[in-house]
T-cell receptor, first 113, second 118 residues
Framework: SQQGEEDPQALSIQEGENATMNCSYK?????LQWYRQNSGRGLVHLIL?????REKHSGRLRVTLDTSKKSSSLLIMASRAADTASYFC?????????????FGRGTQLTVWP | GAVVSQHPSRVICKSGTSVKIECRSL??????MFWYRQFPKQSLMLMAT?????????EQGVEKDKFLINHASLTLSTLTVTSAHPEDSSFYIC??????????????FGQGTRLTVV
């Protein structure tokens, strides 16, 4: 039932560098959301972008959405070691129950000090 | 901000026993809650949609007799893993959404429950 695909599956960078993760999905959506998960922990909501939005910023995060290509990207600028975590995109499909999310496979980000 | 509390955070049980996991929305009403399962190093898989006062809606391939869901109030949903087996060992996470907040608002997730069946 998962409809998202993310790449890369793993990303390893140095502190200060930018990290970019991509997500593709299959259906029409109300919105796309990005979450962070530290190992073995719950999810932390990062940002929500609506289907009629193309770009959104929150602090060091920038999210883009291209509904024609059914894809999104998450950019973490000036990364820090504390950004090390798994990042997931999740979509809320149009016409689906509000809050019902389908997750991508995730990207494991490692930021080296 | 809205908070969802999930309990217990960890549980170890013997094969054949049942385990109940609770998911509570602490400061908002959630007519709908969602249960996900996550295997190590994998993504979250939606298991079912829990509906207050009615039967849960299960995703394809999820055994409803194995994973019993009860949503008896506007702030509590429970997932019971019945007759647990080692292959049921996993990380279970619930989420809830404030239905009064309109379209295009975030869902809030519990802290997750690590179930180990021995």
């Amino acid at each position: 039932s998962q409809q998202g695909e993310e790449d890369p599956q793993a990303l390893s960078i140095q502190e200060g560098e930018n990290a970019t993760m991509n997500c593709s999905y299959k259906t029409s959506i109300n919105n796309l959301q990005w979450y962070r998960q530290n190992s073995g922990r719950g999810l932390v909501h990062l940002i929500l972008i609506r289907s009629n939005e193309r770009e959104k910023h929150s602090g060091r995060l920038r999210v883009t959405l291209d509904t024609s290509k059914k894809s999104s990207s998450l950019l973490i600028m000036a990364s820090r070691a504390a950004d090390t975590a798994s990042y997931f995109c999740a979509t809320e499909s149009r016409g689906s129950t509000l809050g019902r999310l389908y997750f991508g496979r995730g990207t494991q980000l490692t930021v080296w000090p | 901000g809205a908070v969802v509390s999930q309990h217990p955070s960890r549980v170890i049980c013997k094969s054949g026993t049942s385990v109940k996991i609770e998911c509570r929305s602490l400061d908002f009403q959630a007519t709908t809650m969602f249960w996900y399962r996550q295997f190590p190093k994998q993504s979250l898989m939606l298991m079912a949609t829990s509906n207050e006062g009615s039967k849960a809606t299960y995703e394809q391939g999820v055994e409803k007799d194995k994973f019993l869901i009860n949503h008896a109030s506007l702030t509590l949903s429970t997932l019971t893993v019945t007759s647990a087996h080692p292959e049921d060992s996993s990380f279970y996470i619930c989420s809830a959404r404030d239905q009064g907040s309109g379209v295009n608002t975030e869902a809030f997730f519990g802290q997750g429950t690590r179930l180990t069946v021995v």
